[in-house]
C-alpha cells in the first residue's frame, strides 16, 4: 500500500458479513436469535395465552350457568304438570301444619287425603338442581303454591321460579 490512498472497504464474496452459508457457526448474527429476543417472544406469547385462557374460562362460565338456568326452566314446567296430574281430582287442600313443603288434598274419586312433597316428583332432582316446593298461602279452596329451582345445598341459589295457583275443581289460574 501505498501512502496517501485510502483503504478501501473489502467485499468478500458473501457480502459485508462474511458469511459464508456452508459454514456451520460463522458468527453472532448468522441467521438466529438473541437470548433476549427468545425471552422477548415467550414473555409475550404467554402474556397472550393467559389473555386467551381468561376470555374462553368467562365465555365456558356464562354457557354453563344459562345452561343450568334453562334445565331449572324445565324442571319448574316438569313439576307444574306433575302436580297439576295429581291434584285433577282434588276437592279441599290443607298445607301439613308447620312443613309448608308437604300439601294435603282430599282425593273426590277415593275419598282419601293424599300427600304431596317435592321428593314425590320425579323431576324433584336433576344431580346440581333441585324442587322446592311452598305451599304456605294454600286454603280450604284454593291452591297457592311456589315451585322453584334450587342450585347448591349450602348456600341455596334459586335459578327458577313459578307459582301455581289452582282452585276446587281443578281451574288453573
Known amino acids: 500500500m501505498r501512502y496517501g490512498r485510502r483503504k478501501r472497504e473489502v467485499r468478500g464474496r458473501y457480502g459485508i458479513t462474511g458469511h459464508d452459508p456452508k459454514k456451520r457457526f460463522s458468527s453472532a448474527f448468522a441467521g438466529g436469535y438473541t437470548m433476549v429476543e427468545m425471552v422477548v417472544a415467550a414473555a409475550i406469547f404467554s402474556l397472550a395465552a393467559a389473555g386467551a385462557y381468561r376470555m374462553a374460562e368467562g365465555q365456558l362460565e356464562s354457557f354453563q350457568n344459562q345452561w343450568q338456568k334453562e334445565q331449572a326452566w324445565e324442571l319448574c314446567a316438569a313439576a307444574y304438570m306433575e302436580i297439576q296430574n295429581q291434584i285433577?281430582?282434588?276437592?279441599?287442600?290443607?298445607?301439613?301444619?308447620?312443613?309448608?313443603?308437604?300439601?294435603?288434598?282430599?282425593?273426590?274419586?277415593?275419598?282419601?287425603?293424599?300427600?304431596?312433597?317435592?321428593?314425590?316428583?320425579?323431576a324433584a332432582d336433576d344431580g346440581m338442581i333441585r324442587i322446592q316446593l311452598d305451599f304456605s298461602d294454600t286454603t280450604e279452596e284454593q291452591l297457592k303454591g311456589e315451585i322453584r329451582a334450587v342450585r347448591g345445598f349450602q348456600t341455596e341459589e334459586i335459578l327458577a321460579v313459578r307459582n301455581l295457583t289452582v282452585s276446587v275443581g281443578g281451574y288453573y289460574e
Not at 88 to 95: D, I, L, S
Not at 99 to 113: A, P, R, S, V, Y
Open 88 to 122: 285433577q281430582n282434588a276437592v279441599q287442600f290443607q298445607p301439613a301444619g308447620r312443613n309448608q313443603e308437604i300439601l294435603c288434598f282430599l282425593d273426590e274419586k277415593t275419598g282419601q287425603w293424599k300427600h304431596l312433597r317435592a321428593d314425590d316428583l320425579s
